[in-house]
């Protein structure tokens, strides 16, 4: 078994049993917890699709934990690219805190998910927060697009049904 899919499997084991992941790299962490959102995310024209897209933006230790642990994988026998460019074919791009794009811009059917407070008011849908030394998500109800989340991760998340003011 080679080192980078025992690494994978170490993080995604880790992720689901609650254990502290403090001896991985946030990167790791976040990377694994992009795949992860994907299997609860389901497409308005998801029949149409030849393949599941993720686009990595500002951060290059996701892209590539992201391209390792995604090497020859499928998500609902779709086949999964990694990119590091953003593209209107994006099915998800995941935006690091340092990145600037306008989410408004992208496809309806595009999920995007971020870091930082700003995510939500550039029309990102899932914000990954750090609490307590632990990643968690947020979802933004309000920029759901032509896709919907499975019950199942909005049990886990946090979830914020419109925007406050």
């Known amino acids: ?25 946030l990167s790791d962490v976040k990377a694994v917890y992009v795949f ?9 024209n998801e029949s149409e699709m030849s393949e599941v897209e993720f686009c990595v933006l500002g ?3 996701v ?53 930082g407070e700003n995510i939500r008011h550039l029309g990102g849908t899932i914000e990954l927060i750090t609490m307590e030394g632990k990643v968690k998500p947020k979802i933004y109800l309000e920029n759901v697009g032509e896709f919907s989340i499975s019950a199942s991760l909005l049990r886990i998340a946090i979830v914020e049904e419109e925007h406050k003011t």
């Open 1 to 25: 078994m080679n080192s980078n899919f025992r690494r994978a499997i170490t993080l995604i084991l880790l992720l689901l049993s609650g254990f502290a992941y403090a001896a991985y790299d």
């Open 63 to 115: 892209a590539a934990t992201l391209k390792s642990i995604t090497q020859s994988k499928t998500i609902r026998q779709l086949p999964v690219l990694v990119s590091t460019q953003y593209r209107t074919e994006c099915d998800i791009v995941y935006v690091d805190s340092n990145a600037v794009i306008d989410f408004k811009l992208s496809a309806p059917q595009t999920v995007m998910i971020g870091d």
């Open 36 to 44: 992860r959102i994907v299997n609860f995310i389901h497409w308005d």
């Open 59 to 61: 951060n290059r230790e």
